[in-house]
């Protein structure tokens, strides 16, 4: 459950649908439908919520490196982080 399902929402949509028109792919088709990794795209479910913003953040400045996520991430506003790390955070 999420104290904030209105963000949580805005999350999910962003999760499964990404943002075609700003080269957003969707997290869904490589980190799977409720967030517990592909192969070896790894587990987003239950980790550790600050970890997962702290990852984000570093794939955009691209401090970590990793060539799928520094793309995916790009784009990505602090807003949409903020929305997909509460979607991510029910998982
Ligand atoms: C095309 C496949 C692909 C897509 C789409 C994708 N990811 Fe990833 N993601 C990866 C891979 C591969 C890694 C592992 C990167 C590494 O080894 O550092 C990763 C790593 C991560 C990590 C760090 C996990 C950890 O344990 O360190 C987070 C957080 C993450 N992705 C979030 C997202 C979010 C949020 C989206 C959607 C906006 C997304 N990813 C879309 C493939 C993808």
Redesign the pocket.
Known sequence: MSSNPALADKGKL??ENGAKERD????I???GHDGEGIN???R?AG?NRDY?VS??LQFRSRL?E?K??QH?TQN?TNDEIAA?VEYISTK
Do not use: D, K
């Open positions: 962003l999760y957003v792919l969707a997290c088709v490589c980190h070896t795209n790894p987003l980790q997962i990852s984000i970590r990793n799928i996520m995916v990505l997909l």
